[in-house]
């Protein structure tokens, strides 16, 4: 039948913030200028105005107009923007708007720690769980889980690090990424948040002690001195066969298995652990130390055996397969430049970020030019300028899309079809906005940063907002063994500040491809906890999210 997607009326559906952008979008077929006008909690006009006509948004597959309300500034809750007989979803204007979203999106960590007593006194009853993968039966893992049969002969302590996504997987390149992006979010933030976590009290930013515990499980992931392989890291750690659904970790009973290193496993660990180094400095003297060392360690490894790649398909857990690591290498290369300074290094660097390639877990060679934005004193001045021109091009490429889409987006995939995870492709691309905006002062890339969370939060095709707990239509039942409530009362929804990976055009589960054929690839989205493909969440989904939101909440 024909989806319901509610009102033709888009906005962000948890608010604005009072000094803009203010912007909405409005499905139409007619196209002449229309009247809008934005009412308050009490129904009182406050603002009105002409609708833009636009047009066809092609990848949505929808005819638009946009609305921009940016003239009223007045802070506020529960507005409506109103079309004729169309009232959108209620927002406020706030200027703490994103505080929440941003402390709950860095929660979601926590939440998802492997090892450890998720306590009901930090995140309430619902989401209290027991430690997971501490080897207390039924758990056969994590401490002391063997190689695949045959691949090595030694077990290691992998204790620690947080679950991927909605599985009990631990996988080392996309982990390694997502703590990169919170190391990158304490760097870029100006004021640190207080997070419900067990290391609340201690004096370290509590940003940096939620990535630590992912930062220490990545260092147990490296093969030990003496072994063949040695410095090299595993590339990965799951079950032996997907678990069943609803089913907490603890209880949790296959066997778990090391799989074998991969030179992208150990690139990634020579980036955080180089990241890691520099950062923690002045915080935890012998973690920085530690992960220094395991950086310097990991890099050489990868010099010797540059070329073993992880393996694609494979049973209970994610490939995470990659055949071309040019692009790891460059990024190690930048962060370890950036830690110690040292022209073996530099020289090593090879890549710069680009807008067809943006960055994700498998696509890494924009991080190199990351890496080095934050370290501008280790760079020449014409080194600085080139660096500040090629993010600029980059972020006149992604405001670009983001303009030409009537669901103004930075995300606007060359080929038409969107991919699993796509929402992280909106929150990446932002970040890059951001950061350029940082580098450059220009406010249309800080506008555009801002309006990409508009698009998260339920100015899209589907009048969505992927990230539970926040809008009035949000997703909530995202593909999650624990956070699988609609399977099993018992168990609870997502924890909120939850990022859906959203839109794939892929249609690669079961339960998309039954209600979802012929979807425009904007809305190839559907809120079931069966459909991975477009509904899982993942750290490397909430980490983007989460260092959008900081930089939201300090615009
Ligand atoms: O994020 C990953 C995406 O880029 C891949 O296309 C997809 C299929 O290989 O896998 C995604 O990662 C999933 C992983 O394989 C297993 N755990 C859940 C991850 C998020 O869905």
């Given at each position: 039948g024909v989806r319901d997607f509610g009102s033709p009326v888009r906005v962000n559906q948890l608010g604005y913030l009072p000094s803009g952008p203010h912007r909405a979008t409005y499905v139409t077929d007619q196209t002449t200028p229309l009247d809008w006008k934005l009412v308050d909690a009490g129904n009182q006009t406050v603002a009105v105005g002409k609708t833009t006509p636009y047009g066809l948004d092609a990848l949505a597959g929808d005819s638009v107009q946009l609305i921009d309300f940016g003239a009223y500034k007045r802070s506020g809750t529960g507005f409506k923007l109103v079309v004729g007989e169309h009232i959108s979803e209620p927002f406020d204007i706030a200027t703490n708007l994103y505080s929440k979203l941003r402390q709950e999106s860095l929660e979601y960590f926590y939440n998802n720690r492997s090892g450890i007593p998720i306590e009901a006194k930090y995140v309430?009853?619902?989401?209290a769980r027991e430690a997971g993968h501490l080897g207390v039966a039924p758990n056969k893992g994590d401490t002391s889980v063997p190689c695949?049969?045959?691949?090595?002969d030694y077990s290691l302590?992998?204790?620690?690090?947080?679950?991927?996504?909605?599985?009990h997987g631990k996988y080392v390149v996309n982990g390694a990424l997502a703590a990169w992006q919170l190391l990158d979010l304490y760097e870029e933030s100006e004021r640190n948040v207080s997070l419900k976590?067990?290391?609340?009290?201690?004096?370290?930013?509590d940003v940096l002690d939620e990535a630590k515990w992912q930062i220490d499980f990545l260092l147990r992931m490296q093969v030990p001195a003496g072994?063949?392989?040695?410095g090299m890291v595993h590339h990965k750690i799951h079950d032996v066969a997907w678990t069943g659904m609803a089913l907490a970790p603890a209880a949790d009973p296959q066997q778990r298995y090391l799989y074998p290193p991969s030179t992208a496993a150990t690139l990634n660990v020579a980036a955080i652990g180089a990241r890691c180094g520099r950062v923690y400095a002045r915080w935890d003297r012998a973690l920085a130390t530690r992960c220094l060392s395991a950086a310097q360690t990991a890099w050489k490894a990868a010099e010797l055996h540059p070329a073993i790649y992880a393996p694609g398909g494979g049973v209970g857990?994610?490939?995470?397969?990659?055949?071309?690591v040019t692009d790891e290498f460059s990024w190690a290369a930048a962060e370890l430049f950036a830690a110690t300074g040292k022209a073996s290094y530099k020289r090593r660097i090879t890549t710069g970020v680009k807008a067809a390639d943006g960055f994700s877990w498998q696509e890494t060679g924009g991080l190199a030019d990351l890496a080095l934005a934050r370290v501008p004193w280790r760079l020449s001045m014409i080194e600085r300028v080139k660096l500040v021109h090629r993010i600029s091009i980059v972020a006149d490429s992604y405001l670009a899309d983001l303009r030409s889409q009537g669901y103004a987006n930075p995300y606007k995939p060359a080929n038409g079809q969107y991919v699993w995870g796509s929402n992280s492709g909106t929150a990446n691309n932002a970040m890059i906005l951001a950061i350029a905006a940082d580098l450059t002062g220009r406010a249309s890339y800080r506008s555009a940063a801002l309006e990409s969370l508009d698009y998260l939060l339920g100015r899209n095709a589907i009048n969505q907002s992927y990230v539970t707990g926040y809008g009035e239509r949000d997703s909530h039942n995202q593909h999650h063994r624990f956070w699988s409530h609609s399977l099993n009362p018992a168990y609870p929804s997502p924890y909120p500040g939850s990022l859906a990976g959203g839109p794939n055009s892929g249609l690669q589960d079961p339960v998309a491809q039954r209600n979802l054929q012929g979807c425009a690839p904007a809305k190839c989205y559907i809120d079931e906890i069966g459909s991975y493909s477009t509904n899982e969440v993942a750290v490397n989904w909430n980490s983007a999210l989460a260092w959008l939101t900081t930089y939201a909440d300090e615009s």
């Amino acid at each position: 039948g024909v989806r319901d997607f509610g009102s033709p009326v888009r906005v962000n559906q948890l608010g604005y913030l009072p000094s803009g952008p203010h912007r909405a979008t409005y499905v139409t077929d007619q196209t002449t200028p229309l009247d809008w006008k934005l009412v308050d909690a009490g129904n009182q006009t406050v603002a009105v105005g002409k609708t833009t006509p636009y047009g066809l948004d092609a990848l949505a597959g929808d005819s638009v107009q946009l609305i921009d309300f940016g003239a009223y500034k007045r802070s506020g809750t529960g507005f409506k923007l109103v079309v004729g007989e169309h009232i959108s979803e209620p927002f406020d204007i706030a200027t703490n708007l994103y505080s929440k979203l941003r402390q709950e999106s860095l929660e979601y960590f926590y939440n998802n720690r492997s090892g450890i007593p998720i306590e009901a006194k930090y995140v309430g009853d619902a989401w209290a769980r027991e430690a997971g993968h501490l080897g207390v039966a039924p758990n056969k893992g994590d401490t002391s889980v063997p190689c695949v049969p045959g691949s090595c002969d030694y077990s290691l302590d992998v204790r620690g690090g947080w679950y991927d996504a909605g599985d009990h997987g631990k996988y080392v390149v996309n982990g390694a990424l997502a703590a990169w992006q919170l190391l990158d979010l304490y760097e870029e933030s100006e004021r640190n948040v207080s997070l419900k976590i067990p290391e609340n009290a201690n004096r370290v930013p509590d940003v940096l002690d939620e990535a630590k515990w992912q930062i220490d499980f990545l260092l147990r992931m490296q093969v030990p001195a003496g072994q063949p392989l040695a410095g090299m890291v595993h590339h990965k750690i799951h079950d032996v066969a997907w678990t069943g659904m609803a089913l907490a970790p603890a209880a949790d009973p296959q066997q778990r298995y090391l799989y074998p290193p991969s030179t992208a496993a150990t690139l990634n660990v020579a980036a955080i652990g180089a990241r890691c180094g520099r950062v923690y400095a002045r915080w935890d003297r012998a973690l920085a130390t530690r992960c220094l060392s395991a950086a310097q360690t990991a890099w050489k490894a990868a010099e010797l055996h540059p070329a073993i790649y992880a393996p694609g398909g494979g049973v209970g857990g994610g490939p995470y397969d990659d055949v071309k690591v040019t692009d790891e290498f460059s990024w190690a290369a930048a962060e370890l430049f950036a830690a110690t300074g040292k022209a073996s290094y530099k020289r090593r660097i090879t890549t710069g970020v680009k807008a067809a390639d943006g960055f994700s877990w498998q696509e890494t060679g924009g991080l190199a030019d990351l890496a080095l934005a934050r370290v501008p004193w280790r760079l020449s001045m014409i080194e600085r300028v080139k660096l500040v021109h090629r993010i600029s091009i980059v972020a006149d490429s992604y405001l670009a899309d983001l303009r030409s889409q009537g669901y103004a987006n930075p995300y606007k995939p060359a080929n038409g079809q969107y991919v699993w995870g796509s929402n992280s492709g909106t929150a990446n691309n932002a970040m890059i906005l951001a950061i350029a905006a940082d580098l450059t002062g220009r406010a249309s890339y800080r506008s555009a940063a801002l309006e990409s969370l508009d698009y998260l939060l339920g100015r899209n095709a589907i009048n969505q907002s992927y990230v539970t707990g926040y809008g009035e239509r949000d997703s909530h039942n995202q593909h999650h063994r624990f956070w699988s409530h609609s399977l099993n009362p018992a168990y609870p929804s997502p924890y909120p500040g939850s990022l859906a990976g959203g839109p794939n055009s892929g249609l690669q589960d079961p339960v998309a491809q039954r209600n979802l054929q012929g979807c425009a690839p904007a809305k190839c989205y559907i809120d079931e906890i069966g459909s991975y493909s477009t509904n899982e969440v993942a750290v490397n989904w909430n980490s983007a999210l989460a260092w959008l939101t900081t930089y939201a909440d300090e615009s």
